[in-house]
């Protein structure tokens, strides 16, 4: 299932539409990386929302996701983790070290602006 | 303690990382069915998308067996992850958090005993390993 990467303004938004597979989220992981690169993006947003499990392959390629991005110097906020992933990811005792994660979209975006407006990167 | 009675067996076949996502969303399907919450049927998909993908990353395939037991009047969930891969050498290490072979994260097997209120593996070398869990709705 391939995830659709919208630009906006100087960020990349990834909204995943279903499950995903292995594959799949190491193909979301090359487009996001390169995508930045193409669209000289400042910000990235993963929208996970439609995702119904987040195990510690899927966690584990988003903190990757957010790392490589962070190198090639766009920040990753990951948002729209429901109530019953976050309770199954905090029982497995999965984390996303070192990543913002945000409520929603629009909470998502204001974090990226936030971080823009200070310079920090 | 009486042996459960087995009311529905699923079978999934795991040799794709396809087939990680089916056995996952068989077992959400099968624990709501059941009558676990949604936050449980979570954690139940959640295990059985790490037992799944052990099976592909360390043996290349395997099965995976969903079924809806009850014990006592108490229905519960019970996963049979089995494959005839080349068995866990270090079981004691294998159930340590940080541990992997495969150089990932290691949570596998630690994530899932957290996430179940029963756990047992089997594994001899050479010959495969099987992962037995169990989640017990309780009244």
Redesign the interface.
Known sequence: MDVPILKQGPYLIATVQSALTDADLMGLRDKIVSGVGNHRARGVIIDVTALDVMDSFATDTLCEIAHMTRLRGARTVIVGIQPDVAYAMAHMGLTLEGIHAALDLEEGLTHLNRTAARGAN | MSEPAVAEEVRVRIDD??A??DA??KG?AMALKIGFS??A???I??AI??LA?NILLYAGRGEIALQSIEREGFPGLLVLARDEGPGIADLDQALE?GYSTSG??G??L???R??MDEFDVVSRIGDGTSVRIVKWKHA
Request: aromatic residues 0%; without cysteine.
């Open positions: 990382d396809r990680i996502v996952r969303q959400r949604s936050g049927a979570t954690l998909a959640t998308s790490e993908r958090d990932r994260l949570l596998g630690p994530g899932v957290r996430l």
